[in-house]
């Protein structure tokens, strides 16, 4: 999985994107970026046990081999006891499950055996958790939209305020989703949230056109966590 980062002149070109697009909606953009969204050492404690349990699975399948390795290293000719190959079995599942967790102490192993549905849950879980720290009921018109970047699930999500998600669906943002997952693919995720935030704007551009009474309540700048 390649490995996704900002640079420099993204933070201008997403700034210059929201003003542009908040120019003609009373709507109020907010994008945040994050360097992922969960830290999965719940999924690395689950290949663990998962490890260790297949590893007394294979010995309980391969007993009479696991007995004659214990009588060739501990017993000098003698036949292995129950006990003993329960034993050397339980050791191996011991070894296999704390060789898991070091296999997944690493940050990459463990986004890249974590299943697509849980990094989405997760995803949406924290931008929703992130929209209402910064963004939900924070307009006077209930008119703000988040889009959220995960880049280490290479993943996104759209949550919008009351009164936008009273007059659109899910659907509403497929260009904005469409244009964003395409550049992230491409390696460009700051070209890709510029383009999120033009299709954001041109909805609440339809639903909420700028009036004289409209104010900028929400900083037009793109925040990396």
């Not at 953009?29 to 046990?49: G, M, N, Q, R």
């Not at 292995?80 to 940050?107: H, N, Q």
């Not at 849980?118 to 931008?127: E, I, P, S």
């Amino acid at each position: 999985m390649v490995t996704l980062r900002l640079q420099p002149d993204d933070h201008r070109k997403v700034s210059e994107a929201i003003a542009k697009a908040e120019a003609a909606s009373d709507g109020e953009i907010l994008t945040i970026v994050s360097a992922d969204s969960d830290s999965y050492h719940d999924v690395a404690l689950h290949w663990a046990v998962a490890a260790m349990i297949g590893v007394l699975a294979l010995a309980a399948w391969q007993a009479a081999r696991l007995a004659s390795a214990w009588e060739a290293l501990f017993g000098w000719g003698e036949q292995a006891s129950a006990g003993e190959v329960l034993f050397a079995a339980m050791v191996l599942a011991v070894v296999g499950f704390l060789l898991t967790l070091l296999l997944l102490k690493s940050r990459a192993v463990r986004l890249a055996l974590t299943p697509g549905a849980t990094k989405g849950r997760r995803v949406r879980r924290r931008a929703i958790a992130l929209f209402r720290a910064a963004a939900e009921r924070r307009t006077v018109g209930r008119t703000a939209v988040l889009i959220y970047l995960s880049l280490g699930e290479h993943r996104a999500e759209i949550v919008a305020d009351e009164a936008v998600a009273k007059v659109t669906t899910p659907e509403c943002w497929g260009d904005a989703m469409a244009e964003l997952i395409g550049q992230i693919k491409a390696g460009q995720p700051g070209d890709g949230l510029a383009m999120a935030v033009e299709e954001v704007g041109e909805v609440l551009a339809r639903h909420f056109p700028k009036t004289s009474e409209d104010v900028n309540e929400i900083p037009d700048k793109l925040i990396e966590l």
